[in-house]
């Protein structure tokens, strides 16, 4: 095997057999169900059974992330959904009308984390002012939200990765 057979293959655009692109989704799903507004989750866990400390800093970073989140949703919202739609609708463009398979498994990996996004907006508004009981809730649900946006998201991928691995040609 020559340089350029090993290039091709480790950087191959058939997404869905590639072993890099199902790390890339493991590895972007559970950093997504870990990070909760920017909040690593075992801070929320250790403030919740009691660790003073723990509360102090959950307080702190909810205030922190919150803010920083709505006001970036303000300054940049606008252009963030217009750049965004536009990018998924051209992938989805050349993904399903073209059948190019990289912009498929792009999109497949962009449109949940959308979606996540949309959701932390609205979370990060809902956290701003709330007391501490409801704080814990709150974060303890936009998790369970985001994780099982992750199973529909992965189950979704996997069923379109493995139709269109036993239906295209090795080929194209």
Request: no cysteine.
């Amino acid at each position: 095997m020559d340089f350029l057979d090993l290039v091709t293959e480790v950087i191959d655009l058939r997404s869905f057999s590639n072993l890099w692109y199902w790390i890339v989704l493991a590895v972007m799903w559970s950093s997504l169900s870990h990070w909760v507004l920017g909040i690593p989750y075992h801070i929320v866990q250790r403030a919740r059974r009691g660790h003073v400390e723990s509360q102090r800093d959950l307080l702190l970073l909810v205030e922190v992330n919150a803010r920083r989140i709505l006001e970036f949703a303000a300054l940049s919202g606008t252009l963030l959904v217009a750049a965004s739609g536009f990018a998924l609708s051209a992938l989805m463009v050349l993904g399903w009308a073209y059948g190019v398979e990289f912009a498929q498994a792009i999109v497949l990996l962009l449109l949940p984390l959308l979606a996540v996004t949309g959701l932390s907006f609205v979370t990060a508004h809902q956290v701003q002012n709330a007391e501490i009981d409801q704080l814990y809730l709150r974060l303890r649900n936009h998790r369970m939200i985001v994780q099982l946006m992750g199973v529909i998201s992965i189950f979704i991928t996997a069923f379109w990765g493995m139709y269109t691995n036993v239906t295209v040609s090795p080929l194209h």
